[in-house]
């Protein structure tokens, strides 16, 4: 089964607090274990950027919940494509406090997919590569390979 990759920012509803939101985010990973969808939330006290990985029908169901969510105001997607492999493939969801100036630039970096695989070279100016760089504190080298 393909794994495909989709990006999408959204505003947080305000005021916000890091236990409910690791609430929020615990019940997004028990719904993304069922789909087979794994995925990182980045969040600077008032955007979020998530990017989820996964079946097609898993990444359609998790963005269809998180477009009914109270927490999210007008989610976009930025991108989606097949990937060549799950960046974050033993995070059902996790979410990390993000800085507002390197969330910004990975927000405005291209989310196109670029060739047959989406992010399979990712560079350092396209939004998979950044959200790499950003990541690879947080996870295991073996997944960002």
Do not use: C
Not at 44 to 61: I, K, N, T, W
Not at 97 to 111: E, F, G, K, Y
């Amino acid at each position: 089964m393909p794994v495909l990759a989709m990006a999408f920012l959204s505003k947080a509803v305000q005021p916000w607090n890091p236990a409910n939101l690791d609430a929020v985010v615990d019940e997004a990973a028990a719904f993304n274990r069922e789909v087979g969808v794994t995925g990182v939330l980045l969040f600077d006290g008032v955007h979020f950027l998530q990017y989820l990985e996964g079946p097609e029908a898993g990444l359609d169901v998790a963005f269809a919940r998180v477009q009914r969510s109270p927490h999210h105001l007008g989610p976009q997607e930025l991108g989606r494509g097949r990937a060549g492999g799950r960046l974050v493939p033993d995070w059902p969801m996790r979410w990390l406090l993000a800085d507002p100036t390197q969330l910004r630039r990975v927000i405005n970096a291209d989310w196109s997919a670029e060739g047959p695989v989406w992010g399979e070279r990712p560079s350092s100016d396209d939004a998979l590569g950044l959200l790499q760089a950003y990541l690879k504190p947080f996870v295991s080298t073996q997944s960002l390979t």
